[in-house]
Nanobody, 122 residues
Framework: QVQLVESGGGLVQAGGSLRLSCAAS????????MGWFRQAPGKEREFVAG????????TYKDSVKGRFTISRDNAKNTVYLQMSILKPEDTAVYYC???????????????WGQGTQVTVSS
């Protein structure tokens, strides 16, 4: 089992950057694939980015490719989402999630953080 805590959200202007962090508890962090999801008010939670256990393989939602970068530091039990060229449509609560096999669907993930709010103003 793993516990996840997101941080780093806030208010930024369109075109700006923000870095989210997700700190995980436990000694088995490196056994989990990690993902970032987001959910805007009245919308379904959607996949944003994923990374495999060792960090060598990443996957992104098409609309964030070239703007967002997911990374992880297993020595620090932390996964990151570096967001740049932010757009108002990126506004959402961002959630960190973990599972053993990765994936792009909410149902595939076993563990979730509490979320952190990202607001992009125009």
């Amino acid at each position: 089992q793993v516990q996840l805590v997101e941080s780093g959200g806030g208010l930024v202007q369109a075109g700006g950057s923000l870095r989210l962090s997700c700190a995980a508890s436990g000694r088995t962090f490196s056994a989990y694939a990690m993902g970032w999801f987001r959910q805007a008010p009245g919308k379904e939670r959607e996949f944003v980015a994923g990374i495999n256990q060792k960090g060598g393989s990443t996957t992104y939602k098409d609309s964030v490719k070239g703007r967002f970068t997911i990374s992880r530091d297993n020595a620090k039990n932390t996964v990151y989402l570096q967001m740049s060229i932010l757009k108002p449509e990126d506004t959402a609560v961002y959630y960190c999630a973990a599972n053993y096999f990765g994936g792009t669907r909410r149902i595939q993930y076993d563990y979730w953080g509490q979320g952190t709010q990202v607001t992009v103003s125009s």
